[in-house]
């Protein structure tokens, strides 16, 4: 019988995934096959708590439908790319720029947008972060910079107080945003001197990624509410999965905790082309349907805004249920029972 491995080691391959039977003997050749193409990497705590909630196993353990790949699946689904001043940057609307500080993520999950590109190569280069930084400086359109990756929380307190100090002598760098997986799939790495080294700059907003409130362990939501306490706004983004969270109840209850947890919920992103995750998706039609069920049920600070990145770059639209038409004359708005009722703008002056 194989060893346990020890609690602090995270899952790295798919022997590792056997060992701690997350996964089947039987299935190991298969899923080396999806592991050499996209890469596996499992914290302790999501380990933790893959073996007791089936949507949190399938977000983070590897499966042989990724081999299945789509004639519409993207390597580059949200365009990244194609709006990249200088490495490291992407600046796709005139007032925001998005830093990818790093390539490396603590978990990869299986359906990520930027899985073609993720992995544990590193951090970007001090040159290329310079250069970066350097754009930004003499670019002064840019009111917003989110740091992504990756996950730009795996760098440490260090590196992120160095970054934050550089950002803040930036006088038109309004606010700094960071898009991160860690407070919630490795809590303990959310420390003072992270908080500190946040903190550093006066508007730092933090978007946590979760999918399942059974992700929420009792060390993510006082990692949370550390974050909270310190001062520092908190929002979530979320992906519509098949499997996962496409039932209204699963984003009830993710969307309910996350607002008790002081976390607003900003996205609910339908999930991206990427390559090998089509297993995933859902229609727009039943995101919207999910999305007009909520709407009668939860109040606006829990609900999110329910999006799709367009394919080539061109950005995020909302694709919610449309409560609005017109019919020539004046609008017909839709209630949350169906019922619809006329609405005349004031009289053109
Ligand atoms: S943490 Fe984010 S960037 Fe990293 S694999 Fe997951 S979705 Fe992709």
Redesign the pocket.
Known sequence: MTAALPPARALHSVADLVAEGLVPAADAPVLETVAQAFRVRVTPQMRDAARASDPVARQFVPSAQELTISPNDLADPIGDDAHAPVPGLTHRYPDRVILHVTKT?????R?????ET?GETGHLPQAQLDAALDYIARTPAIWEVIL????PLVLSARRIAHLMARLNAIPHVGVVRL?T?VPVVVPDRVTDALIAALRLHPAVWVVI?TNHADELTAAARAALARLADAGVPLLSQSVLLRGVNDSVQALETLFRALVRLRVKPYYLHHCDLARGAGHFRTTIAEGQALMAALRGRLSGTCLPTYVLDLPGGFGKVPVGPDYLRHDGERWLVTDLNGGIHGYSDPAES
């Open positions: 993520c603590e978990v990869y999950c359906f990520c947008f930027r899985r993720v992504t990756g990756g996950d898009h997986r990624h």
